[in-house]
Structures are given as structure tokens and as C-alpha cells.
């Protein structure tokens, strides 16, 4: 239990760390910014409180937005995402998620690619539809949104196989 809170407590760190200085300062070819801190929601145990695991969702939002002054937009992304993530385990993962037999480590990579990928493009939507707020823009924010999510699916699944591969 200790060494499960140690390790989620540096995750979070190192994920916000790298993606305050050198990710929100990345700006691929004019509006391409991955997002790769989402992972530490997508690896959070899936055992743990749905309660706890909403509420580290709001915080981890709540930083992003403290020191990237956007004004609440990841927090309410993070939140949606933790409010859907059984489904799209459910969906991923179908009857092992119902027995919690399931550690993103430990799955093969075609299912570790779809939930990463649903997650990704489901923060980005909500992201990015309320950073323009405006039903005009539509075209631009499903591009940015789709655009982004590839470069952050790939990040996302490069940290998870290099890091994951060394706890095993």
C-alpha cells in the first residue's frame, strides 16, 4: 500500500513536471501541443475509490490550469475523464474489467491501444471544445483535437511500454 502511494505521488510529479517544461512550451507546427500527463490518470490503479480517483483527477486538472493559466478547462477534461473511464474500460477490456483482473502492464498491446486512445481523444474533445467555446469553430477543434490526440496516443503509449516494461 505504502509503496503503490509512493510510486503514484511520483508519477504525478514527474508527469507534471515534464509536461510544465518542456511539453506546454512544444508547439508542433503551429497548434500541435501533446498532452502526455494524462497518463498518470489512465495508469491510476483501477482498484482504487472511484471517489479518490475523481478527485485526484480534479487536481491534476486544477495544476495544469494553475500553471498553464487556462482558466479551469483541463480540470473540467480530467473530471469528464475520470467520470468515463469505467465505461471505456468496460469497453476495452469487456469481462476482465468486471473482475478486476485487469493491470495496463500486464494487457496485450491492441487493448492498451484502444483505451489509451479512447481516453486521449475523450480529454481532448472536452478539452479543446471548451478552450474555444464557440460552435463556429467546430472544423478547427475536431482537426486541433484529432491532430493532438495522435502525437499525445503515441507519447502516451512510448512512456507507458518504456516505463512499464522496466517495472516487470
Do not use: W
Not at 511520483?10 to 512550451?25: D, E, G, K, P, S
Not at 491534476?60 to 468515463?84: I, K, P
Not at 494487457?107 to 483505451?115: A, H, P, T
Amino acid at each position: 500500500m505504502k509503496n503503490s502511494v509512493s510510486v503514484n505521488i511520483a508519477r504525478f510529479i514527474a508527469l507534471m513536471i515534464v509536461q510544465i517544461y518542456i511539453f506546454n512550451n512544444v508547439n508542433l507546427f503551429g497548434y500541435i501541443n501533446p498532452y502526455p500527463y494524462i497518463l498518470f490518470l489512465l495508469v491510476f490503479p483501477f482498484t482504487a475509490n472511484r471517489a479518490l480517483y475523481i478527485f485526484i483527477a480534479f487536481l491534476t486538472g486544477l495544476t495544469m490550469d494553475m500553471f498553464g493559466n487556462s482558466g479551469g478547462v483541463h480540470a473540467a477534461a480530467c473530471l469528464f475523464l475520470a467520470y468515463l473511464r469505467p465505461v471505456a474500460l468496460r469497453f476495452s477490456f469487456g469481462v476482465s474489467y468486471e473482475y478486476n483482473a485487469i493491470k495496463l502492464s500486464k494487457v496485450s498491446f491492441y487493448e492498451r491501444f484502444i483505451f489509451i486512445s479512447i481516453m486521449v481523444l475523450i480529454h481532448h474533445l472536452v478539452l479543446f471544445l471548451l478552450e474555444v467555446f464557440n460552435i463556429s469553430n467546430i472544423l478547427y477543434t475536431l482537426n486541433k483535437t484529432l491532430i493532438t490526440s495522435i502525437f499525445t496516443i503515441i507519447l502516451c503509449l512510448t512512456i507507458n511500454i518504456l516505463f512499464s516494461s522496466r517495472n516487470e
